[in-house]
C-alpha cells in the first residue's frame, strides 16, 4: 500500500486543517448573518400597526348656532360636546336642548338650536281656540295631546320618558321603546328612523313627524 512520508503527512494534515477551519468559519458567518436577519425582520413585523391599532373615524356635520358650520373629523367615540368644541358655540345657542355626552355616528347631523326668548302664545284672538278660530287646534282634533313645548319639537335622541309620552298616540310603554331603540341601535339618524320602533307605523308617524327632530 502506498504509503506517506512524515513530511507529506504533515502537509496533508495542515491542509484538511485549513479546509475544515475555513468551511467552519464560513458557516458561522453564515449563522450570523441569518440571525442579524431575522431579528431585524421580528423588529419590523413588531413595529408595524395592526389593524386593530388603526384609529378609526367618523364624519359628522354641525350646524345651527355655531361659529363655524361644517363637517369635521373626529375619532371613533366621540361625544357631541367634542363635535362642538370644534365648532364653536355662538352666545345665543341653547346647548341645554342638547344631550353633550350622546356619542357620534358616523354621517350624523348636528342642529344646534337658537334659545328660544319668547315662547309664549300669540295675541289674543290670532292663535288656535280664539275668538276668531275657525276650530280646534290640529294637534286637538281626535283627541290626541296637545303640540309639545308650545310649538318646539322633540328631539327623540335626547328626551326622556315624559317629553316623549307627551306626543299624540304616545304612551309611557311606546315612550319607553322609542328610548330602549335608539340605546340599543344608537342616535335615529333622521326622523323616519322612529318607524322601526315596534308599534310605530306610517299612520302614527304622520301625527308625529311635524312634532319631531333628531340632532
Request: proline residues 7%; charged residues 25%; hydrophobic residues 35%.
Amino acid at each position: 500500500m502506498f504509503q506517506l512520508e512524515r513530511r507529506q503527512q504533515l502537509i496533508v494534515l495542515i491542509i484538511a486543517a485549513l479546509i475544515l477551519f475555513g468551511g467552519g468559519y464560513k458557516y458561522a458567518c453564515w449563522q450570523k448573518n441569518n440571525a442579524a436577519e431575522s431579528k431585524v425582520a421580528l423588529e419590523q413585523l413588531e413595529t408595524m400597526p395592526g389593524d386593530e391599532e388603526k384609529k378609526e373615524e367618523i364624519v359628522v356635520h354641525v350646524t345651527g348656532a355655531v361659529e363655524k358650520s361644517g363637517v369635521y373629523r373626529l375619532p371613533a367615540g366621540a361625544r357631541v360636546n367634542d363635535a362642538l368644541e370644534k365648532a364653536g358655540l355662538k352666545a345665543e345657542a341653547d346647548i341645554d336642548s342638547l344631550n353633550l355626552a350622546a356619542p357620534l355616528v358616523d354621517g350624523q347631523k348636528i342642529i344646534v338650536p337658537l334659545k328660544q326668548e319668547n315662547t309664549g302664545v300669540g295675541s289674543p284672538g290670532t292663535g288656535p281656540g280664539g275668538p276668531f278660530s275657525t276650530g280646534p287646534p290640529k294637534s286637538m282634533a281626535g283627541g290626541d295631546k296637545p303640540t309639545p313645548g308650545g310649538g318646539s319639537l322633540i328631539n327623540i335622541n335626547t328626551a326622556d320618558q315624559a317629553a316623549l309620552d307627551s306626543l299624540p298616540g304616545i304612551g309611557p310603554a311606546l315612550a319607553q321603546r322609542i328610548i330602549q331603540y335608539r340605546e340599543k341601535n344608537g342616535p335615529y339618524k333622521v326622523p323616519e328612523d322612529i318607524k322601526n320602533v315596534s308599534g310605530i307605523g306610517e299612520k302614527r308617524f304622520e301625527n308625529l313627524k311635524d312634532l319631531i327632530t333628531v340632532y
